[in-house]
C-alpha cells in the first residue's frame, strides 16, 4: 500500500507550489496531474502582478525568458457606449510615488498557462516531489470522518497523512469529503476566445499592456500575450442567466475599435474554452480532518478582479507548511488543521478578502444592469470631460462655456446615483485609513471660522463629538493604517457609538 | 466583421475523445426542466423535450469540460466527473 506524507491532487499553480513546498520542508510527496502535462487542461486570464516580485520573486525573474511571455506597464481601459462607439480610452500605471508597493513599477507579466504550468510543476520535481500526469484522482478515502488518502480513477489507493486538494473550481476532492457540492450562486463561468497575432505589430499597437473593454452591454477583459491575446469575461452563474457564453464573447468582437485593433495586428481566432472561476464573498471552510483545499478549490481569487494564481501559489505555501507542521505534531485531525484557516487569514491573502461582501456587491450591482451600466459610462464620460485635457483640447470657442455645460450634466447625473452611492460605495468609506480621514479635516480646519483658532486635537475632539459617522476613525486606539473594524463601522453608519 | 460566422467548435483541441468514458451523468427523476442548462452550455449539449433535459448522445466529443451545467443545475440532477486522465480537451492557449 502507497503512503506518503502529502499527496497533493492537481498540478495547477496551487498543486505545484504546495508540492514545491512540502518537499523543501522534507515531507514524502507526490501530486497528480489529469492532463498530459500540467497545464494541459487549464486556462485563465493569467496576467501575473507587482506582489509576484515581492512574494515570489525567482520564479517572476524566471519566467520572463518564457515564449509566450508579454510584459504588463499599463492598463488600458477602453469605455463603449450603447451603440457600440469607442468613447473614452486611458491607460493606468504605477506611481512613482509608490516605490515601496511597486518596486518595479507596474511590472506584471501575461504569460500562458503552457509555460507557467510546467515550469512550477518542475521547481516541484526539483524540490523532491513526485509527478504523475494523465491521472485523474476521482475519490477520497475516509475514515471516521477524517480524509486518510485518496484513489485514482483506476480504484488504486493511495494513503496519506495530508492530503492538498487543488484541483480546481469543481474540486471532486472538497465534494467526495462532504465539504461542500455546488457553489451555488458564488461561482462564474469565464467564455474565452483566444487569437492569434503579428507579434511586432503587437509591440507597435498594444504595446506592453492589458487593455479591457467596458461596454454599456458587454465587456471584457483583453490579456496580451507575445503572439496572441484572449479576451474573456465571467457571468455568475445564477438562475437569472439568460445568454450563451459564445454569444457574450461575439458582442465584443462587433465593436468597431476592437475590430481595428485585430486588422492592425492581423489577429486571427485560434482557440475557444471556458471555465469556471469562484468569486466569492467569502471563502467557504478551506480545511476538515485530513485535508487542507487551496487555489480554486478553496474559493479564494480575489473578490474584486478574480485574478486566482497568485492566491493559488500564496495558499499553496500555507497549506504545506500547516501540513509539516501538523504532521510534525502526530495531530492532522479537523481540530489541528484548523491553524490553516488562521494561517491564511492573518497573511496577505485574509487581507485580500477583507472586503469580500462590499466588492461582490458592488460588481454584482453594475455589470450586470445594462440600464444603470448605460449611465455610468455616461457619467465617467462627463467626468472625463472635467479633466485639464478635455478642457484644452475640446476646441470649442468658449472654453469657459465649454467646461460648465458638462459640470452641468455632472450634476444632472448625480442623482440618479444616490442610491447606488449609498449603497455601494458608501461602505467602502471603511476602508479609508483613520490617518487620512485625520489629515482630511485638519486641511479643512483653516478654513472654518472660529474652529481655525482650536489645537488640532481639541478640533478632532470636537468633530468627533459632532459627528457619528467621523467618530469611529477620530478614536485614538484604532489601528491608522488598517480600515476600520466592520462591526465598528456598521454600528456608525446605523447612527449609533 | 467576419467573426460573426466564427465555429467555435472548430476552435478546441482533443486527445482521444473515443477515451474519455463518461463523465457527465444526469438524473432524470431530479430533472425539473427549468432548461438553465441549454443556457449556459456554449455548444448548446443540452435540450428540453417534454419538461425535460436531454444531453447530446455526442456530448464528449464536443464537450469543452467547463462544468457550468453542473453548477447551474438547480435540482442537481446533473453530476459532472472529469474525462479519463491524459484525455479530451487539450488547452493550448490558455
Redesign the interface.
Known sequence: MEKWDVVVVGAGPGGSYAAKTAAELGLKTVFFE???RP??????G?GLGQRWWRDFPEIMEALQGLPSVRKVEMVVINLVDENNRLRYRCGTTGSDLCANRWPHGMDGISI???DLDPFLADLAVKAGAELR????V?DVIMENGQVKGVR??KGEPIHAEVVIAADG??S?MARKSGMR???GGG?T?V????FSADPDKMDDVIGNAEWVWFGALYGAYQVN?RD?F?IGAGQW???D??????DMV?KV??FPAF?AM?RAIDAK????????LPWLKKPPKTYTGGMLLVGDAAGFPCPLEAEGIWHALTSGKIAAETAAWAISRGDTSERALAEYERRWKASPLGKEHEFGPEFVDLWNSTIFDPKLMARQIQLLLEFSMLHPFSVVFDWGDAHIDCFNQHLEHLLDLAPQFADFGRTYLAPLARGIWPKNVKRILLSVKPRIPVLNKLPDNTFLRLVAKLSKSLAPYLDPTVDQEAPLPREVFERSRAGKR | ?E??K?D?TK???R?DADKTGDFISYDEGKCNG?G?CT??????LWSVKEGKARLAPRYQELC?????C?????T?AID???????T???????
Request: hydrophobic fraction near 35%; glycine fraction near 8%; proline fraction near 5%.
Open positions: 489529469r492532463g498530459r497545464g494541459d487542461k487549464n486556462s485563465s493569467c500562458y498557462r503552457r500526469t494523465s491521472t485523474l476521482s485514482t480513477e473550481a469543481m471532486t457540492n455546488r457553489w461561482c463561468l467564455p474565452q476566445l483566444d500575450f496572441g484572449h452563474l445564477r438562475e442567466w439568460d445568454e450563451r457564453p459564445t461575439k468582437l462587433q475590430q485585430c481566432p485560434r482557440e475557444y474554452q471556458a471555465h469556471l | 466583421m467573426e460573426m466564427l467555435f476552435l478546441v483541441k486527445v427549468c438553465l443556457m449556459v452550455c456554449s455548444f448548446n469543452l469540460e467547463c462544468a457550468a453542473w453548477e447551474i443545475c438547480p442537481e459532472f466527473s472529469y474525462p479519463a486522465g491524459g479530451g480537451v487539450v488547452i493550448e492557449y490558455g
